[in-house]
C-alpha cells in the first residue's frame, strides 16, 4: 500500500462506529508516526469466531494505517481464564487442548494479516514466554505488587463477580494481561493495547503497569462488542456462533448468516467488516437504499470471499442453487463438487445407506421406505411414484418397479431425491 493510500486509523474507526473507550491522546500519538499495537487472544474455543474477527479487522486496519500489528496468542493466560462478561467461573481447558485451539487460531489470523512483508509486518508473540520461567515468588514481588487489591476490584470486569464469587486464579488474570502489556512494551515498543470493550479494565491496567514501573506512556483503544439489533450477542455454543471455520461453520451456514441478518444491522456489519472505502459503502448505501437484500449479498460475497475463498463462494451459489431455484436442472446437479454435495447434505433432511445394499439394486419403493425411512410405508410411496412427484437427481421415476443402483451415486456417496416441489432429500451412502 502506498503513503498515499494508507488510512487514517484513528479517523477510519470513527466513521466505521468501532470506536468505544480511548485514553487521551492517542488520535495524536498515532499521528506522530509508525506505532506498534497488539490484541490478545485466548485461544479457549476451537476456532475463531466473528466477534474475534472484529479485532483481526482492527488488526487489519492498523496495518493498513501503516502500523505494525502483534498478534498476542494467550498460551499462558487461556490456562487461567478471563472473567469479563462472564458471571461464573470458566470450566479451565486441558492444555492439550488449548495448544491445539492456539496453533489453529494462528492458522485462521495469518490468513487475513500480512507477517512477511514490510516494515510494519505483523509479529507473532505468546505469551507462555512470558512466565514459563518464572516462579510463583517472582510473579508476586515483581508483578502482583504492582496493583492494589482496591484498584483490581473497581474493574467492571472483577467488580460484578465480587458477589458471585470468583477465584483468585481469576482474579489474577488482569495482572497478567497488564504484565504482558508491560512485556511487549519493553521488547517490541508496543505502546498501544487494543480489544473489545469488555476489556478496557484489564487493558488499563496495562498501561497502570506501564507508568508505575516503566515510568513510560501507553495507550488504549476498544471496539463496542458485536451485538445484533434485538441486543442479543453472538453465540458462544457451536450451534449458535458463526465460526471462521468451515468444518464448524460451513461456508454455505456463513453465507446464510449475512443474507438472512436484520436489516437494522446491515450498517453496522458492514462498517465492522467491509474493506470497501467509507466513499464506496456510502455510495452504494444510497444508490441501493430501497434494496438492503442487495446490499446485503454484496458484504456476504466480500466476507465469504475473504473468509473462505473465491472457490468456496462460487460453491454457495452452487449450493443455494439448488436448493432454492425451482427451475434447477439435473445439469446443475451434476455440475456440483462433491464439497457441495456435502453441503447439501448438511442442509437438507439426509439418510444413510450401506453400499452392499444399494448394490443389491433395491425397488424404489423399497429403497424409499425400508431402506432410508425416507416415506412412511409402501402405499404411500407407491402414490408418490403414481402421482409423478418423486425423482432421482433430477430425474422423474414414473414405474414402481423401478431400481435404484449405485450407478445413481454422485461422486461416489450421493443420491439426490425429491417428493414434489418442496421436499428435497440426500441419501448419503457409507
Known amino acids: 500500500m502506498s503513503a498515499q493510500d494508507k488510512l487514517d486509523f484513528f479517523n477510519e474507526l470513527e466513521w466505521r462506529g468501532m470506536l ?5 491522546g492517542v488520535k495524536e500519538h498515532l499521528e506522530s508516526g509508525m506505532r506498534t499495537g497488539y490484541i490478545g487472544f485466548d485461544p479457549t474455543a476451537p476456532s475463531m469466531t466473528i466477534g474475534n474477527y472484529v479485532q483481526i479487522m482492527l488488526l487489519t486496519l492498523f496495518q493498513r494505517s501503516g502500523h ?3 498478534v498476542l496468542m ?7 481464564g478471563d472473567p469479563s462478561g462472564k458471571d461464573k467461573e470458566r470450566q479451565l481447558k486441558s492444555f492439550e487442548e488449548l495448544d491445539h485451539n492456539l496453533s489453529h487460531q494462528l492458522k485462521q489470523v495469518e490468513q487475513f494479516i500480512n507477517f512477511d512483508t514490510g516494515e510494519n509486518k505483523a509479529v507473532v508473540v505468546n505469551n507462555i514466554d512470558f512466565y514459563k520461567d518464572m516462579n510463583i515468588l517472582t510473579f508476586l514481588r515483581d508483578v502482583g505488587k504492582t496493583l492494589t487489591v482496591n484498584y483490581m476490584q473497581s474493574k467492571e470486569s472483577v467488580k460484578k463477580r465480587i458477589e458471585t464469587g470468583i477465584s483468585f486464579t481469576e482474579f489474577s488474570y488482569q495482572l497478567l494481561q497488564a504484565y504482558d502489556y508491560q ?3 519493553k521488547e517490541f515498543g508496543c505502546t498501544m493495547q487494543m480489544g473489545g470493550s469488555d476489556q478496557w479494565g484489564n487493558i488499563t491496567s ?6 508505575k514501573n516503566l515510568e513510560e506512556k501507553a495507550y488504549a483503544v476498544t471496539t463496542p462488542l458485536l451485538t445484533k439489533a434485538d441486543g442479543s450477542k453472538f453465540g458462544k455454543s457451536e450451534a449458535g456462533n458463526i465460526w471462521l471455520d468451515p468444518e464448524l461453520t460451513s461456508p454455505y451456514r456463513f453465507y446464510q448468516f449475512w443474507i438472512n441478518a436484520d436489516d437494522r444491522d446491515l450498517p453496522k456489519f458492514t462498517r465492522y467488516f467491509t474493506l470497501k472505502s467509507r466513499e464506496e459503502i456510502e455510495e452504494r448505501e444510497k444508490t441501493h437504499a430501497d434494496n438492503p437484500q442487495l446490499l446485503k449479498r454484496l458484504l456476504a460475497e466480500e466476507l465469504t470471499t475473504r473468509v473462505h475463498s473465491a472457490e468456496a463462494y462460487e460453491s454457495v451459489l452452487r449450493v443455494s442453487e439448488l436448493l432454492f431455484n425451482r427451475k434447477a436442472t439435473r445439469e446443475n446437479l451434476l455440475s456440483m463438487k462433491e ?3 456435502k453441503t447439501v447434505a448438511g442442509e437438507i433432511e439426509s439418510f444413510e445407506i450401506e453400499r452392499e445394499k444399494l448394490a443389491a439394486k433395491p425397488n424404489i419403493i423399497d429403497f424409499l421406505t425400508d431402506e432410508t425411512g425416507m416415506l412412511n410405508s409402501k402405499g404411500e410411496a407407491r402414490r408418490a411414484i403414481q402421482g409423478n412427484a418423486i425423482s432421482i437427481n ?4 414414473n414405474q414402481i418397479d423401478a431400481e435404484v443402483s449405485t450407478e445413481a451415486l454422485l461422486h461416489e456417496h450421493y443420491i439426490m431425491v425429491e417428493n414434489g416441489k418442496k421436499n428435497k432429500y440426500m441419501v448419503v451412502v457409507k
Open 339 to 341: 464439497t457441495d454435495l
Open 68 to 70: 505494525r500489528p502483534v
Open 394 to 397: 433430477k430425474e422423474k421415476i
Open 20 to 24: 468505544q473507550d480511548v485514553t487521551p
Open 206 to 211: 496495562g498501561t497502570e503497569f506501564i507508568r
Open 183 to 185: 512485556v511487549l512494551f
Open 74 to 80: 494467550g498460551g499462558a493466560t487461556g490456562r487461567i
